[in-house]
């Protein structure tokens, strides 16, 4: 791959974020379901009911957004955000009320 391939303006990360019911047992169910799906596909937990992964590229999103969408519960809100590498490093995190150091982005060779 070339550099330009490898620009942290191409290379991308999704975040699906979600809000499942979970009142009914059918429903607790489909939640952990989905949980297990996106952990299957390689997504990593940020947070509860926020999960992130890395990606080569926008076709590369655009395929997990569609395999996400296969996969959806029936009820509940799912939301999937999309950011270049040069945009997540500017993710500023906090834990509790000291600043964290930003995030590791994962090494070029990672890809392959």
Not at 41 to 59: D, H, I, T
Not at 70 to 80: N, R, S
Not at 95 to 110: E, F, H, V, Y
Request: glycine share 4%.
């Amino acid at each position: 791959m070339s550099a330009t391939q490898l620009s942290a303006y191409r290379l991308m990360w999704i975040f699906v974020m979600f809000d499942l019911p979970v009142t009914t047992k059918a429903q607790a169910r489909a939640a952990t379901k989905f949980r297990e799906y996106l952990l299957d596909e390689g997504f990593e937990k940020s947070q509860f009911s926020v999960y992130a992964r890395f990606c080569n590229g926008k076709e590369n999103v655009e395929a997990y957004q569609r395999r996400i969408e296969a996969h959806l519960p029936d009820k509940g809100d799912v939301h999937i955000l999309c950011f270049t590498d040069r945009q997540y490093e500017n993710i500023v995190r906090f834990s509790g009320q000291r600043r964290r150091r930003t995030r590791k982005n994962p090494d070029q060779l990672a890809l392959f």
